[in-house]
């Protein structure tokens, strides 16, 4: 049985462009709707479709924070995040 676990993510429009956060228990599933933009929001109007960054949790609690303390953060911060699991 497979069991889902919340995830972190960051999306991108492209290298050093516009990001997006988010967090859902079916990164597969998530990544598809963005790559096809079928939600509307932020993600969709901004062509955030290139999945940079993930992080697994054990636990919803921890995903928000984790969420919440990075959009707190710099932008900076974010990209040194996503470059030091994702260099490409």
């Given at each position: 049985m497979f069991v889902k676990k919340p995830i972190f993510y960051i999306m991108a429009n492209k290298k050093n462009g516009t990001l997006y956060t988010g967090i859902t228990s079916d990164l597969v599933k998530r990544a598809y709707e963005h790559k096809?933009?079928?939600?509307?929001?932020?993600?969709?109007?901004y062509d955030c479709n290139i999945l940079v960054?993930?992080?697994a949790h054990e636990a919803m609690e921890p995903a928000i924070f984790r969420e919440k303390q990075i959009k707190a953060g710099s932008r900076k911060k974010k990209l040194e995040l996503i470059e030091d699991m994702n260099p490409d």
């Open positions: 096809n933009s079928v939600i509307k929001g932020f993600a969709k109007k960054f993930y992080e």
